[in-house]
Every structure is written in structure tokens, then in C-alpha cells.
């Protein structure tokens, strides 16, 4: 015989687990109410901490470092077309006056405006100036802290210098090591890329390493066969040296 359900009990027991279950809830709340705000006020004072150092402090800086450096970027151009020498290049590193303009030195912007693009693109000047003075370690170093963003390009011919810093110091793994980064950046460049492409071929050529060298004039003539030392021949000539005549 079917039992009949108890409608009492069925009454009865149901408002006690709501009841209990609304109790653990509640002691949940009570035990961790604290901890959870403090995460959330931690959260919170974080996010205004960063909102109020790029408003107050990271955005002033870098509009003073804009301002630090536009002069010496300037004469850095000119040195840039003109050449490098050994006055304007102390000027350009460590302050001085040129005509009537007050040139703040990169080394003085890269260390007082350091983590602004200003300072950034600093260290690359001063790579490229140590380069010329022939003060190669530095060189080396500023090159190295310098973050192209993209600027593929500049990143190229960052890497090239790194190249022949490397090399004055006969350091030829490194060095060709750099030359073949810098072929290997932005394959769809080709004035920038089949120069570095000629460059590490060359260099690779001049330490001896004949399958590197032969490797990389191949990739120069099969990519990039309408460059001026393919089409003159000066390409096959060198594989010719090399033993390969094809």
C-alpha cells in the first residue's frame, strides 16, 4: 500500500533549510566581509595610485623630455648628414651652446627623464655617437637599451651598428651574429633588408665562413633581384669567389 506524504512535514522542514542555509551565508558575509573589502579598497587605491602617477608625474615628464631633447635631435640630424666630429659630438652628449641654442646632452635627458620615449630614443643617439667617437663598449650599451616599438627601420639600422661595434672589437660571432638580425627584421623592406643582407654576407665572407656567406648572397639574389648589387653582378661575382658559379 502507497505511503501518503506527509503535508505537515513537507511544510514544516522546508523554511528550516532555507533558514539554515541563509544562516551560512550570513557567516560566510561575517567572515570574509573584511578581507573582501580590504581587496577591494587595495584594488581601488592601485588603480589611483596609477591614474594619478600617469596624470601627475609619467605625463608632465615626458612632455619636459620632449622639450629636453628637441634640440639635441636636431644637431643630431645635421651631425647625421654632415659627419661626426669630436666638438659637436661632446656638445651633443654632455650640454653646451651651438650658435645662439642651448643643447641639453643625451646623457643628461636618457638619465633624468629615464622611461619617457624622449629618453628612449636618447639612448639610440648616443649609441650612434659612440659609435662615431669610436668608443665602442658604450656603444654597445646604449644601443642595446634602446627599444625600437615597432620602428622597424630604426631597428634595422640599430642592429647594423651593433654590428660593426661588435666587430671593432673582434667580437665576429656577435658581430655577424647582429648583421643577420638585422636582415632578418623586416624581410619585405627591401632597401633596408638587402643592405643588411649584403652586409652580413660580406662580413661573413671576410671571417671565412664560407656557407654562411654563401647562404646569405643567395637569399640577397632569390629575394631581392632588382637591387643594385645584384643587378651589377657583384653578387654572382662574389659566389663565384665562393665556388658557386649557378
Known sequence: MALKKNKVDEVIVEPVIIEEKKAEAVDFFTKYNKPFLIGAFAGIALFGAWYGYKKIVKEPNEIKAEEAIFPAENL??????????KDSSTI???????GATNIKGLLKIAGEYSGTTAANRANYMIGATYLQTKEFEKAIKFLNDFTSNGAYQTDIKKNIMLG??????KKTDEALSAYKKAASINIKDEAFTSDA???AASYAESLGKTKDAIELYQELKEKYPTTQSVQSGDVDK????LGITK
Do not use: P, Q, R
Open 92 to 98: 651633443l652628449l654632455n650640454s653646451g651652446i651651438v
Open 164 to 169: 660593426h661595434a661588435y666587430s671593432e672589437l
Open 238 to 241: 662574389s659566389l663565384a669567389k
Open 76 to 85: 643630431f640630424d645635421k651631425m647625421a648628414t654632415a659627419g661626426f666630429n
Open 197 to 199: 643582407l649584403n652586409t
